[in-house]
């Protein structure tokens, strides 16, 4: 049944789904007209929240870079590249194959969705190297597990509001974890989702004179941990046990004495600094360097424009119209509903969780209590939305794409059906849970 209909879909994304920068730029031109046409600034107006914007971005780009590079590093390693193929090469069967893979993202993606999207793509790649299978859909496979990182331990509205002076304290107090990400709404969303999901990917898979299949041989790196007879220190391993040694004793540190968590920084120390343990020499470390610079190349151009985009959407209002057009249609049963579904379609627009809650807050909460609904199921409701969308949503499938490499339009056939049976499946959860 779904190989049915995806065969056609994915084929018309690939003809006609044009490249991720041009989709943004795309959603640019769309921002800008609607905030004419439904706000009262004026085009000179608009135009200086987009250029304003465009820098906004620019830690964050880093951060996205250094993940992907870090993660990269860390998987080329000989240690992590031995452990990881010996998993991967027992995976003979396509279907075993997209089903572990998705649980290994699903997993990785609900620790950190930084950590889920990098080993979700690594490992995807390295499946590939020992099973026939149709690389698109595996690579769909091991995005689509991104979709719980709204409701795992990095999930940012609801480490939002159980933080002290968060900016919406004075309204909703403070609401610990127990209530959004270990709600009975929530882990019924992970639990089905762990169940749906490796289903849906399974039965994407396509017949095999249907399949595309990549060549192996694309997927091989060249062996670079050989130590070279060369001397110096460029070639000596005691540079990097170092570094490596006294990283991940500041992180030891962090986590026991100071009794931090697990966000994107951490996340990137982490891959770093045991990079760096684990590489037989700096000479070895920045010859793998060059390939993942080269793979994140695509992030270094669209994050500035997604920048402005995200300036035109909060600042001239635009966001807000959306949401709050949805929010006049709620009642007591839908607002959960509604919350998510417009969450959904301003995350297309503003794909960031922190901006997204920032957005919407001053909406739903509002709406959550003149209609007596639980702030946190609303609250849960649009992190769940903004999770959602990320499935056709180039923005956060940059690195997994450089990772892979592969285009969105490779899997975004794929990702739409993926997206339209997990909200199918949310809805009702928010409908007759929250």
């Known amino acids: 049944m779904l190989t049915t209909l995806s065969r056609p879909l994915a084929a018309l994304v690939e003809k006609y789904l044009p490249d991720p920068l041009v989709i943004v730029i795309l959603l640019t031109f769309l921002a800008m007209f609607s905030a004419l046409l439904s706000t009262p600034h004026s085009p000179t107006a608009i135009l200086?929240?987009?250029?304003?914007?465009?820098?906004?971005?620019?830690?964050?780009?880093?951060q996205m870079l250094l993940v992907l590079v870090s993660g990269y590093l860390l998987a080329r390693t000989p240690v992590v590249s031995r452990y990881l193929h010996a998993v991967a090469r027992r995976l003979k069967s396509p279907a075993l194959a997209v089903i572990v893979t998705t649980f290994v993202a699903l997993l990785a993606s609900w620790i950190n969705w930084g950590f889920g999207l990098v080993a979700g793509a690594l490992f995807a790649k390295a499946v590939a190297q020992y099973c026939r299978i149709d690389y698109r859909v595996l690579?769909?496979?091991?995005?689509?597990?991104?979709?719980?990182?709204h409701?795992?331990?990095?999930?940012?509205?609801?480490?939002?509001?159980?933080?002290?002076?968060?900016?919406?304290?004075?309204?909703?107090?403070?609401?610990?974890?127990?209530?959004?990400?270990f709600s009975t709404l929530n882990l019924s969303l992970l639990l089905g989702l762990s169940i749906l999901l490796p289903t849906i990917n399974y039965l994407l898979l396509p017949k095999p004179q249907h399949s595309v299949y990549v060549?192996?041989?694309?997927?091989?790196?060249?062996?670079?941990?050989?130590?070279?007879p060369a001397k110096g220190i460029d070639h000596a391993r005691w540079p990097c046990v170092v570094?490596?040694?006294?990283?991940?004793s500041y992180l030891a540190h962090f986590f026991v004495q100071q009794q931090g968590g697990l966000n994107l920084n951490v996340v990137i120390a982490l891959f770093l600094f045991c990079a760096f343990l684990l590489h037989h020499s700096t000479h070895s470390l920045l010859e793998h360097l060059y390939e993942a610079v080269r793979s994140g190349s695509g992030i270094v151009i669209q994050f500035p424009f997604y920048a402005g985009l995200m300036a035109i959407m909060s600042d001239s209002g635009l966001a807000e119209n959306i949401s709050a057009a949805l929010m006049s249609l709620a009642n007591s049963q839908t607002l959960p509903l509604l919350s998510f579904l417009s969450a959904g379609l301003v995350n297309i627009f503003v794909p960031s969780g922190g901006g997204q809650w920032a957005l919407q807050a001053p909406l739903v909460i509002p709406a959550a209590q003149a209609l007596e609904v639980p702030i946190a199921s609303v609250a849960m409701a649009v992190a769940w939305g903004d999770a959602w969308t990320n499935l056709i949503q180039p923005f956060w499938a940059i690195p997994v794409l450089a990772i892979a490499g592969l285009k969105a339009k490779d899997i975004m056939g794929f990702c739409i059906i993926q997206l339209l049976i997990t909200g199918g499946y949310i809805s009702v959860i928010l409908l007759t849970v929250a």
């Open 243 to 248: 570094v490596g040694l006294l990283g991940l």
């Open 48 to 62: 200086t929240m987009w250029g304003s914007g465009l820098s906004n971005l620019l830690s964050f780009a880093m």
């Open 151 to 181: 409701g795992g331990l990095s999930g940012s509205v609801p480490l939002t509001i159980a933080t002290p002076g968060h900016f919406s304290e004075s309204e909703i107090g403070l609401l610990p974890t127990s209530d959004t990400l």
């Open 215 to 228: 060549d192996r041989t694309r997927l091989q790196s060249k062996d670079k941990t050989v130590k070279p």
């Open 139 to 149: 690579v769909a496979s091991a995005y689509s597990g991104f979709i719980v990182w």
